[in-house]
């Protein structure tokens, strides 16, 4: 028998429908709760019923999210043993999942519709934090390699322990070290190096106590504040570097923005997930004083979030076109 949530109850913790998720996202609809506990048995100590009757859990308990996400990524992309450290970023896998989905999309609209598969294509996924969740579902999905690169040595020793839990992943997902916290891409892609994508979720605030009051804000929204009640900063965890940044995510996309300029020639889609739609505007102005050749908002939705990413080339349709040829086509 499934316990009670404690007081006060949460608000369906999953929503009853998922209709504005990506068509090829696996996580459509309520999740099936048997099957996920089959798959990792630990989730069942955190199942809870929601005020509706249904199956969930509570996802102000940093335990149970990382429980769920294990189970999740056991279930439908055959991750075993999959774990991150307490207080880390802690990803939820459905809104990641779209950020690859609707970026394969991209990709295959530069590609006479069709996604471009397999180990030849790679991307490069600019903190790729402990989870190391984009390079885990993007291979599974469309057998893409990655690197996957953090300037946070307990991240990346996080990353390599679930790599190594999953030995066949060791050819198609590689990890690096960035030294120098003020460089994006310096340091990370080689001279000789290609790569068809790049992926980001940078931090959102501009300091801890932003984070702070952002989670306050998050928290009374949903109706889940209670002064009785010890909760954690964020409910999906996060460290400093994961959180927050000098200049916040608007100063973090500039800089992105501009370091890419360098990189032109190396890199067929750069992109970023942009929280705020504030920051559009200058991030859009930034990459056109640049020279990039297209730029790109897609907009996604989970549930009721919305978010989006921008992409952007310094590629003309020529190089574009050879690109393609030489390395989707081969």
């Known amino acids: 028998m499934r316990k009670q949530p404690e007081r006060p109850a949460p608000r369906s913790s999953v929503p009853e429908n998922k209709p504005l998720l990506h068509p090829r996202n696996r996580h459509q609809g309520r999740y099936d709760f048997p099957a996920l506990i089959k798959a990792s048995p630990e989730l069942a100590a955190f199942v809870i019923l929601n005020p509706y009757g249904k199956e969930s859990i509570d996802f102000a ?77 993007g291979h599974h999905d469309y057998g893409w390699s990655f690197v996957g690169a953090d300037i946070d040595p307990a991240s990346l020793a996080s990353a390599t322990a679930i790599l190594q839990a999953n030995p066949p992943l060791g050819n198609a997902i590689a990890l690096r070290q960035q030294l120098d916290p003020q460089q994006i891409f310096q340091g990370l892609i080689q001279a000789d190096e290609q790569f068809d994508f790049t992926l980001c979720n940078p931090p959102f605030h501009g300091s801890l106590d932003e984070a702070h009051r952002g989670s306050q804000r998050k928290w009374k929204n949903l109706g889940k504040l209670d002064p009785k009640r010890q909760l954690p900063v964020l409910n999906f965890g996060g460290q400093a570097g994961e959180l927050y ?26 992109s ?59």
């Open 61 to 137: 308990n940093p335990q149970a999210v990382r429980a769920f996400n294990r189970a999740l990524l056991q279930q439908f992309y055959g991750v075993q043993g999959w774990s991150i450290p307490e207080n880390y970023l802690c990803p939820p896998i459905p809104g990641r999942a779209d950020y690859l989905h609707y970026l394969a999309d991209m990709l295959g609209s530069s590609h006479d519709g069709a996604i471009p598969r397999g180990a030849a294509i790679r991307g490069l996924d600019i903190g790729t934090g402990a989870s190391c969740i984009y390079p885990l579902i």
């Open 245 to 270: 940044c000098e200049g916040g995510e608007a100063g973090f996309i500039a800089r992105m923005a501009q370091q890419s300029a360098s990189f032109a020639q190396q890199v067929f889609w750069f």
């Open 272 to 330: 970023t997930l942009v929280s705020k739609a504030g920051n559009l505007p200058p991030l859009q102005d930034r990459l056109k004083s640049l020279g990039a050749s297209d730029i790109r908002v897609v907009h996604m939705a989970q549930g009721q979030k919305q978010s989006r990413f921008v992409a952007w080339t310094f590629l003309d349709k020529n190089q574009r076109r050879a690109w393609r040829k030489q390395r989707w086509q081969a």
